[in-house]
C-alpha cells in the first residue's frame, strides 16, 4: 500500500495498525517515508549524520503523537511536519538557527538579473524570460558533477527557501502539503518556490553557461 496516495479510510486504518503495535505496518511506512523523511532533514541539517539522528528522533516522536493523529492532513505531511519540527529544534540546539518564521522573507533581492525577463510593459508577456533557460542535455542532471552542483545550490539557499524547495521538488510535496509541514501561506509558499527555483538555477547556469537569446 501506498500512504502517500491513501484514501482517508484507507489511512485511518494505517493508522490503527501502528497503534495496535502491528510491526509489518510500522515497518511498511518506515520504507514508505523514510527516505522523504531523510531528505527533509537533511535540507536543515549540514551532515548526512546529523540528519539520520533526526529521522530517528522523528519516529519515535511519530509513535508518541499516533494517538494525538486526527487525520486533518495526510499521514505523510503529519509525518514531514514532525521531521521539520524534530530538525529546528536540532539546529537551534547547535545554535545555528532562527525559528523558521522569522525567514520567511529574507533574501529580497533578485537572483537572476533583470535583463533576463521581457520588461513590465510588455505587450504579450510582461515579466516572463527574455533570455530563457536553455534545456538541459539529455542525463546532465545525473552526472556526479552536476548532482553536486544541484546539491551545493539548494544546500546554500536560505532555511527557508531550502525547506520549500526539498518538500516541492525533491521530496515530491505537493504546495498543500508544503504549506501544512510548514505552515505558511498559499502566498508564502508560491514566492518562496520561485525565489529557490530561480537562485538554484542561476547557481547551475553559472556552473553550466546554460542560457540562450530568445529571437
Same mark, same amino acid.
Not at 484507507?10 to 510500522?26: I, M, N, S, T, W
Not at 518538500?167 to 508544503?178: K, N, P, Q
Not at 505552515?183 to 514566492?191: A, E
Given at each position: 500500500?501506498?500512504?502517500?496516495?491513501?484514501?482517508?479510510?484507507?489511512?485511518?486504518?494505517?493508522?490503527?495498525?501502528?497503534?495496535?503495535?502491528?510491526?509489518?505496518?510500522?515497518?511498511?511506512?518506515?520504507?514508505?517515508? #523514510?527516505?522523504?523523511?531523510?531528505?527533509?532533514?537533511?535540507?536543515?541539517?549540514?551532515?548526512?549524520?546529523?540528519?539520520?539522528?533526526?529521522?530517528?528522533?522523528?519516529?519515535?516522536?511519530?509513535?508518541?503523537?499516533?494517538?494525538?493523529?486526527?487525520?486533518?492532513?495526510?499521514?505523510?505531511?503529519?509525518?514531514?511536519?514532525?521531521?521539520?519540527?524534530?530538525?529546528?529544534?536540532?539546529?537551534?540546539?547547535?545554535?545555528?538557527?532562527?525559528?523558521?518564521?522569522?525567514?520567511?522573507?529574507?533574501?529580497?533581492?533578485?537572483?537572476?538579473?533583470?535583463?533576463?525577463?521581457?520588461?513590465? #510593459?510588455?505587450?504579450?508577456?510582461? #515579466?516572463?524570460?527574455?533570455?530563457?533557460?536553455?534545456?538541459?542535455?539529455?542525463?546532465?542532471?545525473?552526472?556526479?558533477?552536476?548532482?553536486?552542483?544541484?546539491?551545493?545550490?539548494?544546500?546554500?539557499?536560505?532555511?527557508?527557501?531550502?525547506?520549500?524547495?526539498?518538500?516541492?521538488?525533491?521530496?515530491?510535496?505537493?504546495?498543500?502539503?508544503?504549506?501544512?509541514?510548514?505552515?505558511?501561506?498559499?502566498?508564502?509558499?508560491?514566492?518562496?518556490?520561485?525565489?529557490?527555483?530561480?537562485?538554484?538555477?542561476?547557481?547551475?547556469?553559472?556552473?553550466?553557461?546554460?542560457?540562450?537569446?530568445?529571437?
Amino acid at each position: 500500500m501506498c500512504y502517500t496516495a491513501a484514501v482517508p479510510d484507507a489511512q485511518h486504518a494505517v493508522v490503527d495498525a501502528l497503534r495496535a503495535g502491528d510491526e509489518r505496518a510500522f515497518a511498511r511506512l518506515v520504507d514508505e517515508l #523514510g527516505p522523504a523523511m531523510l531528505r527533509m532533514a537533511r535540507a536543515y541539517t549540514r551532515t548526512d549524520a546529523a540528519a539520520e539522528e533526526v529521522v530517528q528522533e522523528s519516529w519515535m516522536a511519530v509513535l508518541r503523537g499516533l494517538d494525538g493523529f486526527e487525520g486533518r492532513s495526510t499521514l505523510r505531511t503529519w509525518v514531514l511536519g514532525i521531521v521539520i519540527n524534530v530538525a529546528r529544534a536540532s539546529v537551534r540546539r547547535d545554535a545555528r538557527s532562527v525559528p523558521f518564521s522569522a525567514l520567511a522573507d529574507d533574501d529580497d533581492g533578485p537572483a537572476i538579473g533583470p535583463e533576463r525577463f521581457l520588461p513590465p #510593459g510588455h505587450e504579450r508577456w510582461p #515579466g516572463h524570460w527574455a533570455i530563457a533557460p536553455t534545456p538541459w542535455p539529455d542525463r546532465a542532471l545525473e552526472t556526479a558533477e552536476a548532482l553536486a552542483a544541484l546539491h551545493a545550490a539548494v544546500d546554500a539557499l536560505p532555511e527557508s527557501q531550502r525547506a520549500v524547495i526539498t518538500l516541492r521538488d525533491i521530496v515530491g510535496a505537493d504546495a498543500e502539503e508544503t504549506r501544512n509541514a510548514l505552515g505558511l501561506s498559499d502566498t508564502n509558499q508560491r514566492v518562496l518556490l520561485h525565489r529557490a527555483r530561480t537562485r538554484v538555477r542561476a547557481a547551475l547556469e553559472a556552473t553550466f553557461g546554460a542560457t540562450m537569446r530568445l529571437e
